[in-house]
């Protein structure tokens, strides 16, 4: 058994282990607290990230919330002033619509003035000619038969009240 153990003692795997026992042991006293502290200090620094992440993210939930509520209202104001801007449309058109119906009422009412106007003046005129001519008639009658019974002031009179009413 000696040279058993004897040739395991000069084997280069039992160095190997050896070797790799004593790096073990001395990571185990030394380098397990520095990789622990690191790797506790990276999983720190990832909830740091995931924290700041979930704000960022709660922020823009926020402002996205904020932007849509603004959205929402501006489209109900666009709506709101549209539908003020129709009803506004509606009253202005019909009070235009009644103002040229006015328009058109006092045209027609002009119009028939002075067809009246024009008519009065024609009657006016043809029986102012019709009385000239029947007092010439008459004054040419009277002449020739020199006749009191009709008197010329009569109709100069008449004449003259027509002369007034055509003014």
Same mark, same amino acid.
């Given at each position: 058994m000696t040279v058993f153990v004897g040739s395991f003692f000069q084997d280069p795997a039992f160095g190997t &282990?050896?070797? /790799?026992?004593? /790096?073990?042991? &001395? /990571?185990a006293k030394f380098g397990v607290r520095s990789v622990i502290s690191a790797l506790d200090s990276h999983i720190n620094e990832v909830r740091d990230s995931i924290d700041k992440a979930e704000q960022a993210l709660t922020q823009a939930e926020q402002s996205l919330a904020s932007v849509n509520k603004m959205a929402i209202e501006q489209k109900e !104001? !666009? %709506? %709101?002033? &549209? !539908?003020y801007a129709h009803a506004r449309s509606k009253i202005i058109f019909q009070q235009m619509k009644q103002q040229l119906e006015n328009v058109e009422r006092a045209r027609a009412a002009m119009v028939e003035t002075q067809i009246d106007a024009m008519t009065r003046s024609l009657r006016l005129e043809v029986t102012k000619s019709l009385l000239r001519e029947a007092f010439s008639q008459v004054r040419a009658v009277v002449s020739k038969q020199d006749a009191q019974l009709v008197s010329v002031e009569f109709f100069s009179n008449e004449l003259d009240l027509i002369d007034k009413i055509s003014r």
């Open positions: &282990l050896l070797a /790799f026992m004593g /790096f073990v042991i &001395l /990571f !104001r !666009r %709506e %709101e002033m &549209l !539908r």
